[in-house]
């Protein structure tokens, strides 16, 4: 058997949510690629039509299933719709994710809680509709960002709040599920990665960071959805409670 066997998931089955663009199309792609059946999730139904039918047509299993991950409710139609269709959920990707840029004084308790709500409580709706039915030597990955561990020039208290908030959640998980259930939970921090999310920056303010980059780009999405299928696979087997920073550097600088 060859090292690089520890990174396959033939016959694992994936749930990614915020698979209708940016990063969470580069995770089911990847996954996919590396042989697990993949369950798309996202509010956008039309757009997660596309990205599972690209996926089977590159030769790969995909199906698509519309969710709110803020509505528990939501969660659990997801995960059982994966149980219905494969039998069985091996890993979750806790993607889904949105970023608003207000300042303190000026935010309503509404735009604070509607961060919180999808970042948040949606992963960890997520990732307690799935942990009743994986087995052991599954593994959930929670998607923070750097913007867990330091600050990157913008006002986002809730972005902010709900990244730190994931590190805590995955540190939690793993010590309530690793020894007991066998599932390994981790966490990626990822930096500045192209996506609708960062398209939304004002003009200039990538350059204003790009000091901070020793690796002086944006990140390329195969590179974060590289150690999510390391994270995922037999590969990472001793590694649980983590978060994995890709950033170019920026959080030590
Ligand atoms: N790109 C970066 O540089 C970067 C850096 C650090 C962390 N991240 C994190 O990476 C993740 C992906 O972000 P991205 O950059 O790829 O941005 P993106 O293109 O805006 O993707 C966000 C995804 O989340 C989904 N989503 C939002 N609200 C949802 C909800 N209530 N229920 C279900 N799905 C929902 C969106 O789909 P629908 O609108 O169809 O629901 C979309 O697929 C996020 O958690 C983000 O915070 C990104």
Redesign the pocket.
């Known amino acids: 058997m060859s090292i690089m066997d520890e990174f396959l998931l033939t016959d694992r089955v994936a749930i990614v949510?915020?698979?209708?663009?940016?990063?969470?199309?580069a995770f089911a792609r990847a996954l996919s690629e590396a042989g697990a059946s993949v369950v798309l999730?996202?509010?956008?139904a039309e757009?997660?039509r596309s990205v599972a039918a690209e996926i089977r047509a590159a030769g790969g299993r995909a199906t698509e299933v519309p969710?709110?991950?803020?509505s528990p409710e939501?969660c659990r139609a997801l995960a059982a719709a994966a149980v219905a269709e494969h039998g069985r959920i091996d890993i979750l990707v806790?993607?889904?994710?949105?970023?608003t840029a207000y300042p303190a004084s000026r935010e309503t308790p509404e735009q604070f809680r509607s961060v919180i709500?999808?970042?948040l409580n949606?992963s960890y709706w997520m990732a307690q509709a799935c942990g009743v039915h994986m087995q052991p030597g599954s593994s959930i990955v929670n998607?923070?960002?750097?913007?867990g561990i330091t600050t990157a020039g913008l006002p986002q208290a809730a972005?902010a709040a709900s990244?730190a908030g994931l590190i805590g959640l995955t540190r939690d998980l793993a010590s309530q599920w690793t020894g007991r259930k066998g599932i390994r939970v981790n966490a990626i921090?990822?930096?500045?990665?192209?996506?609708?999310?960062?398209d939304q920056y004002e003009p200039g303010y990538l350059e204003s960071v790009r000091s901070r980059l020793l690796i002086p780009r944006?990140?390329r999405p195969a590179e974060c959805a590289a150690t999510l299928v390391w994270l995922v696979s037999p590969a990472a087997g001793y590694v649980t409670g983590q978060t994995i920073v890709v950033d170019g550097g920026v959080t030590i600088t």
């Not at 949510?17 to 199309?25: E, K, Y």
């Not at 806790?94 to 970023?99: F, K, L, S």
């Not at 921090?189 to 960062?198: C, H, V």
């Open positions: 949510t915020g698979a209708s663009s940016g990063l969470g199309v999730g996202a509010r956008r757009r997660l969710v709110d991950v803020s939501s806790n993607n889904a994710g949105v970023g709500d999808v970042n949606g998607i923070s960002s750097i913007l972005y990244k921090a990822p930096g500045f990665f192209p996506s609708e999310m960062t944006m990140g």
